[in-house]
């Protein structure tokens, strides 16, 4: 009898705990409420199916206790069949129902005005790149590379397509405005990871990597790699800097007048 209680009271305890506490920071896109509502549905059906398997456990104990000797037993054909049935419409649904949240920033087509960005991902450090107001980047020269001269990307000095590529060492974008941010990496695999736009995707050499995604509240927070990438992987941090229109439309100007006088 004391071991059925025990269960049920562990139970109540660790489901309370789960209740009690806050999984995220603030998310500020539309992607990040979506992923939010999908992951409090997924831990309420299994957090239901965790009590009731406890409860069921300890009347089982509960009912045991009565008998003063051990019985075989061949089990519920039914029963079986209707819980691996019932499990199995849960887990597929499930499925189907996240899908579009978690494909939506990879495979959805890019919005007519969305910003383009390019990031690159190399120890231990980001960079990203604007394409100017031609909306066209420079071809990419790997000889050009050159992180102390300020090309980390190696843009080809002598295509004119590239003299007003802006390149930071942070992003910037605007509120509500799309962003199409194309993931590139230079040596080993990275991740840029998000916490408030629940954005966490590994970025590999080689490839051309896009997530989509709009961000509604102006704030500076931080990405991280969360990818163990060498021994100054604890130094790979940058931030985004999510700024109202007019102060990202001013910040671009500026930018630009500074590339003018270069």
Request: proline share 6%; glycine share 6%.
């Given at each position: 009898m004391l071991l059925g209680i025990l269960i049920w009271a562990v139970a109540a305890i660790t489901a309370a705990l789960f209740l009690a506490r806050s999984w995220f920071p603030a998310a500020i896109s539309e992607h990040a409420r979506a992923f939010d509502t999908q992951f409090h549905l997924t831990l309420a059906m299994t957090g239901a199916m965790f009590l009731l398997a406890q409860l069921l456990l300890g009347i089982a104990i509960l009912r045991a206790r009565r008998r003063t000797k051990a019985e075989y037993s061949e089990g519920n054909t039914r029963w079986e069949i209707a819980w691996t049935l019932a499990t199995a419409a849960l887990f597929l649904g499930a499925m189907a129902w996240s899908t579009p949240v978690f494909t939506a920033v990879h495979l959805g087509r890019p919005r007519p005005g969305a910003l383009r960005v390019e990031a690159l991902a190399k120890q231990f450090s980001w960079n990203f790149r604007y394409p100017g107001p031609d909306g066209r980047y420079a071809r990419l020269d790997l000889k050009q590379i050159n992180d102390a001269g300020g090309n980390p990307f190696g843009a080809d000095e002598r295509d004119s397509a590239g003299k007003d590529d802006i390149v930071t060492a942070a992003l910037r974008i605007p509120a509500g405005r799309d962003v199409e941010l194309i993931l590139r990496g230079r040596d080993v695999i990275?991740?840029?990871?998000?916490?408030?736009?629940r954005l966490k995707q590994d970025v590999v050499p080689g490839m051309l990597i896009p997530l989509r995604f709009?961000?509604?509240?102006?704030?500076?927070?931080?990405?991280a790699c969360s990818e163990l990438c060498g021994l100054g992987h604890h130094l790979m941090r940058t931030v985004v800097i999510v700024m109202p229109p007019g102060e990202f439309a001013a910040w671009e100007r500026d930018a630009q007048a500074q590339l003018r006088q270069e």
């Open positions: 990275h991740n840029f990871f998000v916490r408030e736009l709009r961000a509604d509240v102006p704030g500076t927070y931080e990405v």
